[in-house]
Each structure stands twice: as structure tokens, then as C-alpha cells.
């Protein structure tokens, strides 16, 4: 079993910050990429940031100079830095870890996804 824990969400006014964890464990061999995505209502689920296992990171465009995201391979946690907040960044935001677990001599890689943590942007 692997699981993927959020932590972060909440309420903040415009132009407020919020930081968003995430720790990955259970039955784990390797960790690939991270990253984060979110979902407004009526929206599909779109990009907000990753990162790989060595560091290179992708952003989408909205978020871009606002978010930064970093990981702790040590700890299999990845975070997410939200500085100036837009109403527009409200949404449900979801952890995404490619996990390696083994199985006898072969290691297989599946996508996981952690359970959603609500980010509210408003006055």
C-alpha cells in the first residue's frame, strides 16, 4: 500500500501565502516525479508544478514566478511555496507522486494521487 498525505490548505485573502506538503509512504522502492496539480469546480484538473528526482522542476503558466516547488527525497516529501495569491488559485489541490514498487525482481511504476486539499483565495 502506498499512500500520499496533503497538508496546507485553508482559507487566505488575495495576495496572501500558503505552503502545501505532501509525504509519500508505505511499500515504496523509488520515488520518480512529484508534483502538484489542482481542480477548480466546473474545471478540468490541470498542472501546477513538478519536479523530478534530480530537481528539474515545470510550472504552469498561471503560477509561474508565484508557486515554487521543492522536495525532500529523504523524507519522500514534496512542497509547494504559494505566494501571491489570486482569487483565481481557489481550488481543490492534489498531490502526484510516480512510484516504483517492487515486485519480486521487477519494479513497477504506477501513478498515485493523494486525496485533495481545499485552497480558498477570497476576501
Known amino acids: 500500500q502506498v499512500q500520499l498525505v496533503e497538508s496546507g490548505g485553508g482559507l487566505v485573502q488575495p495576495g496572501g501565502s500558503l505552503r502545501l506538503s505532501c509525504v509519500a509512504s508505505?511499500?515504496?522502492?523509488?520515488?520518480?516525479?512529484m508534483g502538484w496539480y489542482r481542480q477548480a469546480p466546473g474545471k478540468q484538473r490541470e498542472l501546477v508544478a513538478a519536479?523530478?528526482?534530480?530537481?528539474?522542476?515545470d510550472y504552469g503558466d498561471s503560477v509561474k514566478g508565484r508557486f515554487t516547488i521543492s522536495r525532500d527525497n529523504a523524507k519522500n516529501t514534496v512542497n509547494l511555496q504559494m505566494k501571491n495569491l489570486k482569487p483565481e488559485d481557489t481550488a481543490v489541490y492534489y498531490c502526484?507522486?510516480?512510484?516504483?514498487?517492487?515486485?519480486?525482481?521487477?519494479?513497477?511504476?504506477?501513478?498515485?494521487w493523494g486525496q485533495g486539499t481545499q485552497v480558498t483565495v477570497s476576501s
Open positions: 502526484h507522486a510516480v512510484i516504483g514498487r517492487l515486485s519480486i525482481d521487477v519494479v513497477e511504476e504506477l501513478d498515485y
Open positions: 508505505g511499500s515504496i522502492f523509488s520515488i520518480g516525479a
Open positions: 519536479i523530478t528526482s534530480g530537481g528539474n522542476t
